[in-house]
């Protein structure tokens, strides 16, 4: 069954430094990866998607991620982190077929991030 | 553009009562889900719709049920509502279910409490 971890449930780092968030997936096909954000009390909001070609990923607000097959892994890197990065962050896979043609995402459980001045 | 409208913002309910969440997109989108998001659980889909008039159970569906009448609107019904049921309610919508691969937008969620 497809699925995605992320291993860390809450990281802090310290404005300016730089920021990895793991992803690791389980699916049998080509997947189609996304990292969303998510501000307090906010909906989601797509910050980038991998579909196929180019595995390094550039995403909006200084995000990229980079897709590594061999590892089943698609971290989300920052270079350097704002203050307002702070936020939770959920990765997911598009799923192809669910009972049917459906195709909706699976997400993991989140990374919160903590921003340190 | 105001994409996806929800209604309630948040909603305090008492145990058994009936409850409806409402969603409106304006975007077209052909398909649109609801997922529930619960502390350390992330999100999961309750019910989802791949285009007017038809609908389908998620991953979570039980006590919930939804409709899809016209292409904009898709509200989530609890027919009795129960403690476990509290949550924050996030409705999303994508041009298309089939791929998998578009992008879901997402409304800006409703929190319920049911005591």
């Known amino acids: 069954a497809q699925s995605v971890t992320q291993p860390d449930i809450h990281i802090t780092v310290s404005e300016g430094a730089s920021l990895e968030l793991r992803c690791n997936y389980s699916?049998?096909?080509?997947?189609?990866l996304f990292w969303y954000v998510q501000s307090p009390g906010q909906g989601l909001q797509l910050l980038l998607k991998?579909?196929?070609?180019?595995?390094l990923v550039q995403g909006i607000k200084g995000f990229e991620a980079e897709f590594k097959r061999s590892q089943s892994s698609f971290n989300l890197r920052k270079p350097s982190v704002h203050w307002s990065d702070a936020a939770e962050y959920f990765c997911?896979?598009?799923?192809?077929?669910?009972?049917?043609?459906?195709?909706?995402?699976?997400f993991g459980k989140g990374t919160k991030l903590s921003v340190k001045p | 553009i105001a994409g996806i409208t929800q209604a309630p913002t948040s909603q305090i309910l008492a145990a058994g009562r009936r409850m409806t969440l409402r969603c409106t997109q304006d975007?077209?989108?052909?398909?649109m889900y609801w997922y529930r998001q619960d502390l350390g659980l992330g999100l999961r889909l309750i019910h989802y719709?791949?285009?007017?008039?038809?609908?389908g159970k998620g991953e979570v569906p039980d006590g919930y049920s939804v409709s899809r009448a016209n292409t904009d609107d898709f509200p989530l019904t609890l027919a009795s509502a129960v403690p476990s049921q509290t949550s924050v309610y996030f409705c999303?919508?994508?041009?298309?279910?089939?791929?998998?691969?578009?992008?879901?937008?997402f409304g800006p969620g409703t929190r319920l409490t049911v005591l």
């Open positions: 999303a919508s994508s041009d298309s279910s089939l791929a998998g691969g578009d992008t879901q937008y």
């Open positions: 699916y049998g096909a080509t997947p189609y």
């Open positions: 991998y579909f196929s070609g180019d595995t």
């Open positions: 997911a896979v598009g799923r192809m077929n669910y009972g049917g043609s459906q195709g909706n995402l699976i």
């Open positions: 975007m077209r989108h052909n398909a």
């Open positions: 719709s791949n285009t007017a008039g038809t609908t």
